[in-house]
């Protein structure tokens, strides 16, 4: 039997709503824990209004909690041209050795060879250019690459957070808060959001209750935030992102399952870390692996039982794959209820726990 139409197509539109500009999260809460937490009860599709310091009233012993402790980089470079022009380098990727995908703006006379000022330190030699306006630049250097970055680079923060660049307590703001507590692996362009939230007090509070916490890596490319630009959501192609999965949190996760206990991941990254690679190779394994996973409705997740994750764009893929996880209408509900409650959302905003 073919398809029918409808599983032919899922519109975009499908994933709209209005969200009034105020209630875009601008700064992040004052603290960490103090963010408002919003739960969703899948099977009884209840509503609930706590904040993030509630979390460890939700696990017990019998819990897994998956963390991506990717580090985000400060991925926005401001150089010049030998003509004296300015032109921003941002970093994508690490390809290998000192050759960096990146995107460069404005790239209109760009040429191959051309070498961009950044500081004293550091320079890039244009060297090709590729598919969707990137780029390919070897960096020029002495020394540590990432020393160099950590001090003239700028925190690659959504379009959506306005920032006036020159403003140095909002810059250190940012260089602190757009990070997880325990970030360890640098190579992302954006932060893994959800965890954003936890704090080292409440991690060792759920270890205390008996929780497993493991973590993964997957380095957030802007792949993740890539617009759906197709009508029907089933031609998008998602742009591939580098993940890790440890021996150890595959021995933990594999065990945990056999033993029936509940993994919940924390933030989207996470969940299409474990469930690609469930997918692809019937087990949570140790591997170093790319991922291309779309997640949108009708997909039987394998792994992930619950779910902290941010409030979403409309019409992104984020929000697709939680309304995936916890039913369309539902998640839209819930959005809509959050935005009479004045959530604040993205970002720097506050979260939910879907379980």
Known sequence: MGKTKDE??????????????????????????????????KALETISHKHFYDITDYFDENDVLVLNNTKVIPARLFGQKETGAKIEVF???????????VLLNPSKRIKEEMIIKISDEL???????????????????????????HKIGNIPLPPYIERNMTDDELKNLDYERYQTVYAQNEGSVAAPTAGLHFTSDILEKLKNKGVQICYVTLNVGMGTFKPVKTENVLEHKMESEEYEISSETANIIMNAKKAGKRITAVGTTTVRTLETCMQKYDEILQVIDDSTLFIYPGFKFRIVDRLITNFHLPKSTLIMLVSAFAGKDFIFRAYKEAIDMKYRFYSYGDCMLIK
């Open 91 to 101: 970093l994508l990727k690490l390809i290998s050795g000192k050759t960096w995908q």
């Open 8 to 41: 032919d197509m899922l519109l975009v539109s499908d994933f709209d709503y209005t969200l009034p500009k105020e209630l875009i999260a601008q700064t992040p809460s004052e603290k960490r824990e103090n963010s408002r937490m919003m739960v969703l009860d």
């Open 123 to 149: 320079s890039a030699r244009v060297l090709t250019r590729e598919d969707n306006g990137k780029w390919l630049v070897e960096m020029i250097y002495e020394g540590n690459f990432y020393d160099i970055l």
